[in-house]
């Protein structure tokens, strides 16, 4: 069994700083890629950022230049520096994994249970 697990969402004022991260455990036998994802209410869930197995990295227009995804491959665990917060930016963050499961014994989807980030102007 895979789990993710997010933390770092809280409650800041336009102009600030949060920092997510995204810890992956179990039948883990190597990660493709890990995205974040961010859904505000009503609206549909889009990508945020997503970085890859050899490190590249892409962004959401939206998002460029203010937020930084990086990834601790030894912890499988990957991060979400956000600066200059905005409050359109105010969502429910979720990290993806796509990673090849040891007990599955093939590359699977895995989601985080998702954290509240709310930007108040």
């Known amino acids: 069994q895979v789990q993710l697990v997010e933390s770092g969402g809280g409650l800041v004022q336009a102009g600030g700083s949060l920092r997510l991260s995204c810890a992956a455990s179990g039948s883990i036998f190597s990660i493709n890629f890990m995205d974040w994802y961010r859904q505000a209410p009503g609206k549909q869930r889009d990508l945020v950022a997503t970085?890859?197995?050899?490190?590249?990295?892409n962004y959401a227009d939206s998002v460029k230049g203010r937020f930084t995804i990086s990834r601790d491959r030894a912890k499988n665990t990957v991060y979400l520096q956000m600066n200059s917060l905005k409050p359109e930016d105010t969502a429910v963050y979720y990290c993806?994994?796509?990673?090849?499961?040891?007990?599955?014994?093939?590359?699977?989807?895995?989601w985080g249970q998702g954290t509240q980030v709310t930007v108040s102007s």
């Open positions: 993806n994994a796509n990673l090849y499961d040891d007990v599955l014994r093939k590359y699977t989807d895995y």
């Open positions: 970085i890859t197995r050899g490190g590249t990295t």
